[in-house]
């Protein structure tokens, strides 16, 4: 683990590979600029801004049926934290 809460850079291995979390922060290389329409197709539909598909090991089914109040608050809480980046391990 690092010390840059949201600012991705973590590995996760399993059976689908290893992946890296993303940034969540409001960060350039993060969300940024991301429209609120792209963090709920991200979320929703594990799409990419391009349209791309994310792969595990994000819960997606779980998020797939999240209310629009809560995805409202989801997006609300991930825009106010502090902007970070991961430099590396």
Do not use: C
Not at 23 to 32: A, D, E, I, R, V
Not at 36 to 41: K, M
Request: net charge positive; no cysteine; aromatic share 10%.
């Amino acid at each position: 683990m690092h010390d840059q809460p949201g600012a991705g850079g973590q590995t996760f291995p399993g059976p689908w590979g290893e992946r890296v979390s993303r940034n969540l922060t409001p960060h350039p290389s993060g969300l940024k600029d991301w429209t609120d329409a792209q963090v709920v197709t991200t979320v929703r539909k594990r799409k990419d801004r391009s349209g791309k598909d994310y792969r595990p090991p994000m819960g997606f089914g779980f998020y797939e049926t999240i209310s629009d109040t809560d995805m409202a608050a989801l997006i609300t809480y991930l825009r106010s934290r502090k902007p970070r980046t991961f430099a590396g391990k």
